[in-house]
């Protein structure tokens, strides 16, 4: 790829940022702990906290990104890890719902402090079992098939794509929970207790997957 005309090189990293954008942005579009967690942000804390949330987050989604598809097929191949990771998922899943379930407070009666959600996002983004099986087994393929190249910061460059497609797709869940908040205002509880299920059922569909496959 060194010796690529200076045109055709901007065309294939532009190339490189438009797939990681869309396909990251896709993958963020089913309900999971960051997108949810997005919406509880946007109903119990407001916009503002959010967004600080979704900032932080796809800070680190580009270098979480860039290590998962640097290293895709050495994941593809530790099957076991694969099989612990469905654990862990479960794990995160069950505390996530338990901690939605549980939590009361009324967001406006609460003074919360803006760095809570950039610590927030960072953990998240860091500890974000989910895209693992997403880009080892999407990066693979897209690697495979000469969609996307993997030198001369081609890599960095699609990771950078990743990390927007994540924050506009998280940015819509916030504008869309902001906006049916304020449509309908539903209650905290309500939110918090209707989320809490939907992570119950991804645990479920985990150790479904488990039994079965076992």
Not at 27 to 32: D, E, I, N, R, S
Request: glycine share 8%; with cysteine; net charge positive.
């Amino acid at each position: 790829m060194g010796g690529w005309p200076f045109f055709l090189l901007l065309r294939m990293l532009f190339l490189n940022f438009l797939i990681g954008a869309i396909v990251n942005f896709i993958g963020y579009v089913p309900l999971g702990n960051v997108n949810l967690t997005v919406v509880q942000l946007t109903v119990n804390r407001g916009a503002k906290a959010a967004m600080y949330f979704i900032v932080s987050f796809s800070v680190v989604e580009f270098f979480f990104t860039y290590t998962i598809m640097y290293f895709a097929d050495w994941f593809a191949a530790q099957q076991r890890f694969l099989y612990w990771l469905d654990w862990i998922l479960i794990f995160v899943f069950l505390i996530l719902g338990f901690l939605s379930w549980f939590n009361h407070q009324k967001a406006r009666e609460v003074n919360y402090s803006l760095k809570d959600s950039v610590r927030y996002g960072l953990i998240l983004g860091v500890v974000n079992p989910m895209q693992i099986p997403f880009w080892m087994i999407g990066g693979t393929y897209l690697i495979s098939n000469g969609w996307v190249e993997t030198g001369n910061g081609a890599l960095a460059v699609f990771s950078a794509g990743a990390a927007i497609g994540s924050f506009f797709c998280l940015l819509a869940f916030a504008e869309f929970s902001s906006y049916l908040n304020k449509r309908f205002a539903f209650s905290s509880k309500v939110i918090n207790r209707s989320i809490a299920v939907v992570f119950f059922l991804l645990a479920g569909y985990h150790v479904i997957k488990l039994t079965v496959g076992s």
